[in-house]
């Protein structure tokens, strides 16, 4: 069983920054893929980034080149928010998956672990 516990969200102005972190029970070095997803009231909840077990990462269309996902220390994930716009607000959500897994890690169903999220919420 891995834990999963997000936090830094918070409510800022458009244009500011944030930087979420996803707090695992079991070191990054152990997982497959670890991602970010949020969602927004009345919407489905959307993928927004995945990082690697090799360093690699990939972004949502609406938040490339404003979001960054990376790893610091041994069993943390972070997510910076940049130039953040109204439509940004949603709740956050960490996930992560330990055994393999060949295709691309972008879909909710890849994830078996999930935290309980973090809100951000963005005014204009």
């Known amino acids: 069983q891995v834990e999963l516990v997000e936090s830094g969200g918070e409510s800022v102005q458009a244009g500011e920054s944030l930087r979420l972190s996803c707090e695992s029970s079991?070191?990054?070095?152990?997982?497959?893929?670890t991602a970010w997803f949020r969602q927004a009231p009345g919407k489905e909840r959307e993928w927004v980034a995945t990082?690697?077990?090799?360093?690699?990462s990939e972004y949502g269309d609406a938040v490339k080149g404003r979001f960054a996902i990376f790893q610091g220390n041994a069993n943390h994930t972070f997510l910076q928010l940049n130039s953040l716009k109204p439509e940004d607000s949603a709740i956050y959500y960490c996930a992560a998956r330990i055994s393999a897994y060949e295709g691309s890690c972008q879909k909710q169903y890849v994830f078996p672990y999930w935290g309980q999220g973090t809100q951000v919420t963005v005014s204009s």
């Open positions: 990082i690697y077990t090799d360093g690699r």
């Open positions: 079991i070191y990054t070095s152990n997982t497959r893929c």
